[in-house]
Every structure is written in structure tokens, then in C-alpha cells.
């Protein structure tokens, strides 16, 4: 899985999106919470057994920014023949 963010000519994140392969698990969450360099993908505020990569540093400052921005963060699932599903989770980040 990796993280990639728009970012605007100030640097403002604009958008970000998380690319992951096909049928990782992710489809059956609303959530994706972030604490510290740790993911857990959340349903009905519970978490899900879906096993997630570590966050590198620069990667959850940019979630950080997403979820303090209000808005929702786009995930694009990816077979080896190009993108198969794409969709929206909410960003919680535990402080």
C-alpha cells in the first residue's frame, strides 16, 4: 500500500490518495484510523482483521492534514491488470 497526496503550489494538501491491491479488506470499512504509524481499518467502530502496512512519517502528516481538512480519503484498489474498485473512508487520527 502506498499514500500519495496533492499537494497545491503552497503545499497545502489538497487530496490524498491510498493505492492497494485488490480485495485487501478495505472495501468492508468506513474508517481508517491512524495512531501513530499504525492503520487499522475500522467498520461500525470496530476494527476489522485487516492486516496493514506501517506509515511512513511524511505519509500521516498528509493524513493528518486530509483528516483535519474535513474531507475523506480515496482509496484505489489495483490488480495486476490496472484499477479494479475505488471509494471513500473517513480518517481518524488518535492523538
Do not use: W
Request: with cysteine.
Amino acid at each position: 500500500m502506498e499514500v500519495f497526496a496533492a499537494k497545491d503550489s503552497s503545499g497545502v494538501v489538497v487530496n490524498v490518495l491510498l493505492s492497494a491491491p485488490r480485495r485487501c479488506g478495505l472495501r468492508q470499512a468506513d474508517t481508517l484510523r491512524v495512531d501513530g504509524l499504525r492503520m487499522q481499518a475500522m467498520g461500525r467502530r470496530s476494527v476489522l482483521p485487516v492486516e496493514l502496512p506501517d506509515l511512513k512519517p511524511a505519509s500521516r502528516i498528509d493524513l493528518l492534514a486530509l483528516a483535519n481538512s474535513g474531507r475523506t480519503l480515496t482509496v484505489a484498489e489495483f490488480s495486476p491488470l490496472g484499477m479494479y474498485d475505488a471509494y471513500t473512508l473517513n480518517v481518524e487520527i488518535v492523538r
